[in-house]
């Protein structure tokens, strides 16, 4: 079965709330309808060509996870159910409770990539926090690190020391949220391993809801972490990935000064990289995503 990307959402009843580079976010009183649409961004930039079913995939990846990672922590997760919404919604929506959100990217990195080597290769460090010297791009790293963002609504988000989150949201907190995410990260790449999938790295965001931390947002999809096939893992080299590179790499091929308007996509790699997405949430669950949707 094939959909027809959704790269915008309307809905009467209710107002909208956000609308960010991929989701869309609605308001019903206390609780909050997230529609993951098939928009796709590069290099922060929101490009003009949907992604076949992307916004279905990281549904259904982040109800997958938050299922099985419900004994970890708390999340935010109602209910699934959209049968009082347009049929474009389907599978690619969830109620959730209203959180207060903390203003910080919980990012936990197993191996040293993307802007985690930049770092290494300057500093011996990321984020400040020393590591052996002679690590290969790629490399595992000895154990998870814990390296927190700020939250940024346009441009890059800006790594921050551990410090500078104490400072924004008190010590315990600040150490609560970093031993949830490097909790989740462990369970989550133990699990993935098994799996034929190495979690490079992924990002988390947290809310207050009724006192307790909760797990929010979308949760370990590709747009949120680096997916690397175990077949064809190699340090000391870029890795093949589930995720949006096969985009970034047909975008410095034709050299687009990566500003604002970007360039559409060819078909084919809008359908590969379609296709990556769903290869991974096939290998993670045992399952397509046609399959999900009509078990759902």
Not at 20 to 27: F, I, L, M, N
Not at 139 to 149: F, R, S, V
Not at 198 to 217: H, P, V, Y
């Given at each position: 079965?094939?959909?027809?990307?959704?790269?915008?959402?309307?809905?009467?009843?209710?107002?909208?709330?956000?609308?960010?580079?991929?989701?869309?976010?609605?308001?019903?009183?206390?609780?909050?309808?997230?529609?993951?649409?098939?928009?796709?961004?590069?290099?922060?930039?929101v490009l003009p060509t949907g992604i076949?079913?992307?916004?279905?995939?990281?549904?259904?990846?982040?109800?997958?996870?938050?299922?099985?990672?419900?004994?970890?922590?708390?999340?935010?997760?109602?209910?699934?159910?959209?049968?009082?919404?347009?049929?474009?919604?389907?599978?690619?929506?969830?109620?959730?409770?209203?959180?207060?959100?903390?203003?910080?990217?919980?990012?936990?990195?197993?191996?040293?990539?993307?802007?985690?080597?930049?770092?290494?290769?300057?500093?011996?460090?990321?984020?400040?926090?020393?590591?052996?010297?002679?690590?290969?791009?790629?490399?595992?790293?000895?154990?998870?690190?814990?390296?927190?963002?700020?939250?940024?609504?346009?441009?890059?988000?800006?790594?921050?020391?551990?410090?500078?989150?104490?400072?924004?949201?008190?010590?315990?907190?600040?150490?609560?949220?970093?031993?949830?995410?490097?909790?989740?990260?462990?369970?989550?790449?133990?699990?993935?391993?098994?799996?034929?999938?190495?979690?490079?790295?992924?990002?988390?965001?947290?809310?207050?809801?009724?006192?307790?931390?909760?797990?929010?947002?979308?949760?370990?999809?590709?747009?949120?972490?680096?997916?690397?096939?175990?077949?064809?893992?190699?340090?000391?080299?870029?890795?093949?990935?589930?995720?949006?590179?096969?985009?970034?790499?047909?975008?410095?091929?034709?050299?687009?000064?990566?500003?604002?308007?970007?360039?559409?996509?060819?078909?084919?790699?809008?359908?590969?990289?379609?296709?990556?997405?769903?290869?991974?949430?096939?290998?993670?669950?045992?399952?397509?995503?046609?399959?999900?949707?009509?078990?759902?």
């Open positions: 079965m094939r959909f027809p990307p959704v790269l915008e959402t309307h809905l009467d009843h209710y107002r909208r709330l956000a609308r960010g580079k991929v989701r869309d976010v609605y308001e019903d009183g206390d609780r909050l309808l997230i529609v993951a649409t098939d928009r796709i961004s590069a290099f922060d930039v076949p079913s992307k916004g279905r995939v990281l549904t259904e990846m982040t109800l997958f996870w938050l299922d099985y990672l419900r004994d970890a922590a708390p999340n935010h997760f109602l209910s699934r159910d959209t049968s009082m919404l347009p049929p474009q919604f389907e599978g690619r929506s969830m109620w959730v409770r209203r959180a207060q959100m903390f203003p910080i990217e919980c990012v936990a990195r197993g191996y040293l990539a993307g802007s985690g080597w930049k770092d290494y290769q300057r500093t011996g460090a990321v984020c400040g926090i020393g590591l052996p010297a002679g690590l290969r791009e790629s490399d595992a790293l000895p154990e998870p690190i814990y390296t927190p963002a700020t939250k940024a609504q346009t441009g890059h988000d800006e790594n921050i020391s551990f410090e500078e989150t104490v400072k924004t949201v008190g010590e315990k907190t600040a150490a609560r949220l970093r031993d949830l995410t490097l909790t989740l990260y462990r369970r989550a790449s133990e699990y993935a391993r098994e799996r034929g999938i190495i979690i490079a790295d992924t990002k988390f965001e947290f809310g207050l809801i009724d006192g307790e931390i909760a797990l929010a947002d979308e949760v370990l999809t590709p747009d949120s972490s680096r997916f690397w096939p175990t077949s064809s893992y190699e340090p000391g080299r870029p890795q093949p990935s589930y995720d949006k590179q096969y985009v970034r790499d047909y975008l410095e091929s034709i050299h687009w000064n990566k500003q604002p308007p970007a360039p559409a996509l060819p078909e084919e790699v809008a359908r590969r990289t379609g296709e990556k997405y769903q290869e991974a949430y096939r290998a993670l669950t045992g399952r397509t995503i046609e399959e999900a949707i009509a078990g759902s």
